[in-house]
């Protein structure tokens, strides 16, 4: 019973011990890079707040959001040493694959430990399997796996756990390291990776995500504003720092950076000669200054409302220290002796949870080469053609990637939607188009209703219908037929189906031969289109004409020879699509009087795929270049695809020309009686002004 209890109060009362920055200040070697020598954590001082949560035993998860040239991997190493030395517990260290871990294993991790007197005296005379990516240390065990590695990952309990570069990594990952985890109590698990984008990797981590779900569930509850979350947010901690001139701590972000010259600035002296200027006082924080600023730095949490990857978020919270009140203060009053560089700060702000979030912001830090953080990311940026791109933010500032106001949002399109329902067609409606996405085992088909002069587009009615392969399509014929009742009677079919051939490229051209040209109502549309889409990036229109070459296929037939084809530029209509969905007007009239409508009760999953895509605008070989890519949680978009096809075939076949019958005469008549009063030919309507029009949108 003694014993019992005298086991009992070790256990409780906590061992007293040096923390990982003390650590490593005493013990620690770098060993490749350009800082090789004695670790000192005061030359890094915002690792010290994550290598504190290692040893914490309240925290569980740690994550760690990082610009390129922090020092993260060091502070990483740190923390696996302490453990090594001092609390030894069987670790998994997961990297985005098994080359990934055999390389940072054998030629960065090993060399280290080599060179690490006070952890290679650990290392077992039973050495290591670096084949099998395991180090085997006296009291304890390291395996080192890639995240897409299935079995190594899952065949053992750790008390410990890292995975570096999450946003490369399998996108189960952490849920699988956790499941390693579960068995320990204090079990500990660090998650770090350079961000990419928002809502996704380590973003997701660090900031949560809702799941769109779940929004809509709070939002059915009457819990609208809630935050929801599929996966629940770290504390969300950056790293503030002080005005050496008015004391006010704020977040460094590249808006506050400044420097002589503006865009036109030559690089080397953006590199050394750009400062920080202080959102409180206005003053210039020079980068001299800025060990002085990061020892003095605090890693606070902040609040969600105020952080995102806005740059303009400032700390409300001044703190002062002796000596402030006089206007005496920064590193040269200290060198003097005049003011102490102590503050004091409510203790609550650094106590940690039990999931710590830290961003390491580029801006930060105290390693980048030359020593100014602010003229390091300026420079970045000139040199990317003075605008942000996807590199620079993730790379250079750490952040994570937004698009604002370039992805349209389901919610805000459900809550437009209405006024008609599904298969409906109102009677202002002078059009139909059908276009189609075809995949595998499946038909993916939009049909959509226009209006005059292709003003308003209403969405009738999406199909997923299971296909067959082999078949020429057979199953889309019924839609190719269907008849739809106007709301003011007149049967209706429609004008032009749009079917993508880029997969299945043989069966669509026979199903397209199928429709000849000019159907009589209820035999098939006026008109089918065997589309191709391509990126367009070398030619500006948004569709083109060509012509089937000849194939030839196994029965040495020819197939769809002559036969017409539509490529479509499906950049310039996805940018086209995604500003209408986001209701933005880009000022010409016929922009404005764009309206795209839903049906009341259009599905969610219908709307998800619709905006799947967002553009991301990148830089390759100097240029800065716009890619589309699916967002966060999407995985699929046919459709998009849907939309873009009868978008394009709607355009090609004169849409912007739609005007009731009883107006086209009108029209007609009033263009013969100005070609009979001589005034030579009356403004076309046709392609070439149409073409003209969409080329000036573009500009
Ligand atoms: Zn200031």
Known sequence: MEVLRAGLDGAMSPRVRRGVAEWADEHRQIVVGERKGRWSTDAAPYLRGPM???TDPRVRQI???????????ESLYNCIFFTIDEDPQDMLFVYPTDEDARFNNRRRFLPTVEQTPRIKRWLSDAARDTAAGEIHFRRMTMRWVGSNSGSSLE?????????????RCDEEVVARVRQRLKTFADSKLLVTSTPTMVGTGIDAQYNGTTSVDEAFAAEDEGREGARVHGTPPSDRRRFVVPCPHCGIFHLRAFSLVRWEGGRGAAAKVVRHGAWMECPGCKGRIEAGVNLWQLRRGLWAP????????SNTVHMPTRLTWPGQESGVMGPDAEQDGVVGGEFTCDERLLRFGEHVGFALHGLCSSLVAGGNPYGYAAAEWIAGGCVPTRAWCNDTLGEPWVIKGEAADVKGLLARAGGYGMGEVPAEVLAITVGCDVQQDRIFAEVLGWGERGGVCWMIEAHEIPRTRGRNLVELDELARKTWKRADGKVMQANVMAVDSGKFTDEVYRFAMRYPVGARAGEGPRRVWAVKGELGQTWPMPWRESKVEARADRAASMIGEGLPLLIVNTSYWKEHILARLAGRVEGTAMDAMDDWRFPAGVPKAYLMQLTAEQLVRDRKGGRVVASWVLRPGRTANHFLDCRVYGCAAADREGVRQLVRVAEAAKATAAKRAAEASGGGAARGGGRESLMARARDRRR
């Open 302 to 309: 902040v609040p969600a409302d105020a952080a995102g990857s």
């Open 63 to 73: 994550t760690i959001v990082s610009a390129t040239q922090m020092g993260k991997t």
């Open 155 to 167: 065949s053992f309990p750790y008390g410990r756990a890292a995975i570096d570069e999450l946003d």
């Open 52 to 54: 504190q949560a290692w």
